[in-house]
């Protein structure tokens, strides 16, 4: 991509989400708007705590559903790290890390060709709190891009104001925004609505591990006890 093909707009979002409160409850409500044919969540990538995603692509990534395993449970869409912990060797959960709000340059490299497959128009970045807690001038920021291959490009800008660990934005939309995705900064997922054709494309990507889930399922903590989901949203 060349310098032309990314330019920062003024910040605006164009979908408001109005999401029910639920004291410590937190659902895909609260992170995705509603009128969306799918919901899906992406599960990071487990990989070594010494690997540094803004440094580069991560080549040892490790699938939830594989350390589910030999925890001993069957990865659900409302799965924390709290659930598989505890079922972990010592030596596995002190090798093993998720970042939180961040995906690796591979799995970002993956997730955002199968959404631009087909598609036309541009794609639009957001840089939302870590933007404002590490530029230099305390903003967030949004670029927008002819193409997905536009966010390396976007946040190398990021970066050169002062986010070096910058890799993946907060949210980003294509032009109709028929699809949307949120990477909050702490959650060790990032959730996507979309329509029925590119979420069956996701689903069956080899290299992306994503589960369906409604905008009623918990994001949260606590997502993996007794009730799964909540009325509302």
């Known amino acids: ?23 410590r409850v937190h659902t895909v409500a609260e992170l995705l708007p509603d009128g969306h044919e799918r919901y899906l969540r992406l599960f990071h990538p487990f990989a070594p705590w010494s ?3 803004h440094l580069g692509p991560v080549e040892a990534r490790v699938r939830w559903r594989d350390v589910a395993a030999r925890a001993g449970i069957d990865l ?15 030596d596995e959960r ?19 060709a199968a959404l631009d497959e087909g598609e036309s128009g541009p794609i639009y970045f957001e840089f939302g709190l870590a933007a404002i807690i590490a530029t230099d001038d305390h903003r967030e920021r949004l670029f927008r891009a002819s193409s997905h291959e536009g966010l390396q490009q976007a946040v190398s800008r990021i970066r050169a104001l002062g986010a070096a660990f910058i890799t993946t934005p907060s949210l980003s939309w294509n032009h109709d925004q028929r699809w949307i995705t949120c990477s909050d900064y ?34 949260d903590d606590f997502a993996d006890e007794s009730s799964h989901d909540i009325t509302g949203g």
């Open 51 to 53: 690997a540094e995603p």
């Open 1 to 23: 991509v060349v310098e032309a093909d990314v330019v920062e707009i003024e910040h605006s979002i164009p979908w408001v989400v109005d999401p029910p409160h639920n004291g």
């Open 76 to 90: 659900m869409a409302t799965t924390t790290l709290g659930t598989l912990g505890p079922g972990l060797p010592d």
């Open 186 to 219: 702490d959650l060790t997922s990032t959730y996507i609505a979309t329509g029925g054709p590119t979420a069956d494309r996701l689903l069956a990507h080899p290299d992306l591990e994503i589960l369906e889930v409604q905008r009623t399922t918990r994001v």
């Open 94 to 112: 002190e090798r093993l890390a998720v970042w939180e709000g961040a995906l690796d340059e591979r799995t970002a490299e993956d997730l955002y």
